[in-house]
T-cell receptor, first 110, second 115 residues
Framework: KNQVEQSPQSLIILEGKNCTLQ??????????LRWYKQDTGRGPVSLTIMTFSENTKSNGRYTATLDADTKQSSLHITASQLSDSASYIC?????????FGKGTKLSVKP | EAQVTQNPRYLITVTGKKLTVTCSQNMNHEYMSWYRQDPGLGLRQIYYSMNVEVTDKGDVPEGYKVSRKEKRNFPLILESPSPNQTSLYFC??????????????FGPGTRLTVT
């Protein structure tokens, strides 16, 4: 069964600290992997999209990595800000559609 | 401004009363999709459309209908809503389907409560 698993479920960090979110997937065939940021009650916003041949992609303070051999991805957030408080969703594209993880809820405290 | 719009944003209705949630995009995108999001379950696809007059079922299509008569619009229809359709709904659009690494843009969401 195609699945996208994220860890941890939730995370609390202090403002200014770095953090790394994990994503493991068992999806086949694989087309691409995406990370989205979703503020509470709002639509997801794309952070990065990586294809099979890409192993890292950055968007400002967000850096995503992809290991297609082990089917793992991570999202690293550098120098966190209060506005980074949100859910971060790992999504895999396969057979024309998106398969969503349940997300990691990040809280950044002052 | 490039965007996906949904209306209404909030809706409280009663069981069995037909409703339509509209979705419109101004980016000339071919691909449009509807998702629902429930606590602890993540986003699940309801229906999608590759182009005008081409629609197909997603993972949870039961109780929903869609149509794609124009490229920019993709309404979601609940003919006879039930309480288990209480959820947060998102419309999304993209230049192509998810096999191509194009960004998928999401609307602001419609929070539906069926009593």
């Amino acid at each position: 069964k195609n699945q996208v698993e994220q860890s941890p479920q939730s995370l609390i960090i202090l403002e200014g600290k770095n953090c790394t979110l994990q994503c493991n997937y068992t999806v086949s065939p694989f087309s691409n992997l995406r990370w989205y940021k979703q503020d509470t009650g709002r639509g997801p916003v794309s952070l990065t999209i990586m294809t099979f041949s890409e192993n890292t992609k950055s968007n400002g303070r967000y850096t995503a990595t992809l290991d297609a051999d082990t089917k793992q991805s991570s999202l690293h957030i550098t120098a966190s800000q209060l506005s980074d408080s949100a859910s971060y969703i790992c999504v895999v594209g396969s057979q024309g559609n998106l398969i969503f993880g349940k997300g990691t809820k990040l809280s950044v405290k002052p | 401004e490039a965007q996906v719009t949904q209306n209404p944003r909030y809706l409280i209705t009663v069981t069995g009363k037909k409703l339509t949630v509209t979705c419109s995009q101004n980016m000339n995108h071919e691909y449009m999709s509807w998702y629902r999001q429930d606590p602890g379950l993540g986003l699940r696809q309801i229906y999608y459309s590759m182009n005008v007059e081409v629609t197909d079922k997603g993972d949870v299509p039961e109780g929903y209908k869609v149509s794609r008569k124009e490229k920019r619009n993709f309404p979601l229809i609940l003919e006879s809503p039930s309480p288990n359709q209480t959820s947060l709904y998102f419309c999304a659009s993209s230049l192509s389907d998810a096999d191509v690494a194009y960004e998928q843009y999401f609307g602001p969401g419609t929070r539906l409560t069926v009593t």
